[in-house]
């Protein structure tokens, strides 16, 4: 029985919205990194430009989700799906955003040489939109122990980060003419480094959503 | 997760403890069944009724919160087949035992219905009226009580100037919080209120509601209403019914947030009732 078919479609609505606009985001990172590697100028202007239609995603979202907690007063898990809704669209948003500063890294460097063949970056990205990847499918199936997993591969992500910039910094003196590119593609490291937190904090509101308590990830 | 184990109190923290818990309790009801002639209308009940808070009874319709809320001050004893089995413990005497005064007991006991209904009296004296009967006769007493307690109603600015004109010239939210007026005028320990604000516009729902809050301080409040937001909003702990059965009860930030029971998210969701 249920009385509440309206109600439920619009929730509905919004969970279809969102994950619209994750999967949007996910493809700009895929693409970003992709850009990088081949130094597409063009595709990653396109990018940067692209990421209005994310935005204008998350304002729908917002106020879909404004608009159903003054209209239909929803408590408990009704309540905890409007509110995650806004948080993981936030940190989407904020995954797009990085997509967006890895495609300026790449018009920074332009055609320059690349001063080595970029192989440990995607290994990175793959990680990150691994987690990415495990969280939404998380929140699509309300799946506590999947979200759970982000953590483990933060982990990792973080530990190549710290190597990877390591890395970067030693080329600093052999490559004294490609400061630019050493430092934008630290910069790339660190975008793919707050692609993989965001993700686990979408894992976290899974877990709140589904619980109603609040769960760190990262303790 | 962290996994440490917290540290146990000790046995004696315990008890006292739980003392201090019962100390701040102002009703306990045990295994309460009420049957109307061979239908059981309320299961063999248990709970604690807090003292100086409000507690919220929801539920849906026939669920058996009102007849719960009626047996507190015996209302049920003027249906005919109504019986109640059970104990409801009221400063340490059992409210549904034979020896009970009715009248005493709903003097410490008051209730406000769904309906405004004030005597087709004055202001004055539908407030005076119970003093009366309960022997207060002199007249700077009783214009003290009125004004006190038109006061704590919250009504006593908007209706100073007319304490001799008919309560029926009053606005139906100013005749509920005369009719509460009336209920503080006997110095009740608690007040129960069925569905108080039901009938009101949205103004005066609002006002009773601030007046419910703002009386808790002096009183221990009992409320039934199908109002979930209202529940909600001015509630301390809810408890939730179903077919006479108490369901769940608990804080009602946790009730309204995160309730234990499938059945409760249903209903304060509004998936059903």
Redesign the interface.
Known sequence: ????SK?DSHLKELKDMLMEMARKSENAIKESINALINQDIDKSNEIIQNDTIIDDLEHEINNKAIILIAKE????????KIIVALKISSEVERIADNAVNIAKSTVHIGKEKHIKEIVDIPIMMNLALEMLSDSLNAFLSEDVELAKTCAKKDDKVDEMYGKLIKELMGYVQKYPDHINQINQLAFVCRYIERIADHSTNIGEHVIYLVT??R?DLN? | ??TAMKQRPAETDLIQSKENQQQNMVLHVKNLEIFYGEKRAVNGISMDIEKNSVTALIGPSGCGKSTFLRSINRMNDLIPGARAEGEIIYDDLNILSEQINVVALRKEIGMVFQKPNPFPKSIYDNITHALKFAGIRKKSKLDEIVEESLQKAALWEEVKDRLHKSALSLSGGQQQRLCIARTIAMKPTVMLLDEPSSALDPISNAKVEDLIVELKKDYSIIIVTHN??QA?RISDKTAFFLSGDLIEYDITDTI????SVKKT?EY??????
């Not at chain 1, 007063?73 to 905890?80: G, I």
């Not at chain 2, 309204?256 to 309730?259: H, I």
């Not at chain 2, 304060?268 to 009732?273: E, H, K, L, P, T």
């Open positions: 029985m249920n009385t509440r109600f007063s929803p408590v408990a898990r009704d309540l905890r109603g308590e769960y303790a | 997760m962290a979930m937001q909600s309204f947030t995160n309730p998210e304060i969701s509004g998936r059903f009732g």
